[in-house]
C-alpha cells in the first residue's frame, strides 16, 4: 500500500467538481485515507511549493492556488502515486489524454485542476505538510 498527496485546486472547486474529481480516485481502486477542505495562506503555497521558487511561474503560481478554496487529500492504494499522476494527465490540460481530470476539468496549464505527488519522497513530506498520522485512517 503507497500514500500520495492530492490536491483539487481553485479552479476545480470553484467549477464545482470536487466531488466528481474524488469519484475518478474512488472508481480507479484510491481510497481517500484523509481529505479536507481549506484556505491557503501565501505562506503555505510558498512552503509548499518551494521546489518551484526559482522558476519564472512560481509568483502566478502561488497567487493562483490562494485564489480561492482548495481540497488536500491523502489517496491510499497499490501504487497509488503513479495511478493518481495518470488519473490526473499531463500538466498543460492542451497535452492531457482524454478522460483524464485535467483533460476533462482544466483549463490551461496555470488552472489544470490537480496537484499530485512526483515521488515518494515528496509524498511523505507533502502528506505531513497538511495532516498528521491520526488524521490518516
Ligand atoms: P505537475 O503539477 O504536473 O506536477 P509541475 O510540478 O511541473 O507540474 O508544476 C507545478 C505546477 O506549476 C503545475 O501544476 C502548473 O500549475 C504550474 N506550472 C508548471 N509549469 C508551468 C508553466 N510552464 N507555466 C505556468 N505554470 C506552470
Ligand atoms: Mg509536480
Do not use: C, W
Not at 484556505?39 to 493562483?64: I, M
Not at 495511478?83 to 494527465?89: A, E, H, I, V
Amino acid at each position: 500500500m503507497e500514500r500520495t498527496l492530492s490536491i483539487i485546486k481553485p479552479d476545480a472547486v470553484a467549477k464545482g467538481v470536487i466531488g466528481k474529481i474524488l469519484d475518478r480516485f474512488e472508481s480507479n481502486g484510491l481510497k481517500i485515507a484523509a481529505t479536507r477542505k481549506m484556505q491557503l495562506s501565501r505562506a503555505d503555497a510558498e512552503a509548499f511549493y518551494a521546489v518551484h521558487s526559482e522558476r519564472p511561474f512560481f509568483g502566478d503560481l502561488v497567487d493562483f492556488m490562494i485564489s480561492g478554496p482548495v481540497v488536500v487529500s491523502v489517496l491510499e492504494g497499490e501504487n497509488a502515486l503513479i495511478k493518481n499522476r495518470q488519473l490526473m494527465g499531463a500538466t498543460n490540460p492542451k497535452e492531457a489524454e482524454a478522460g483524464t481530470i485535467r483533460a476533462d476539468f482544466a483549463e490551461n496549464i496555470d488552472a489544470n485542476a490537480v496537484h499530485g505527488s512526483d515521488s515518494a519522497e515528496n509524498a511523505a513530506v507533502e502528506i505531513a505538510f497538511f495532516f498528521s498520522e491520526r488524521e490518516i485512517s
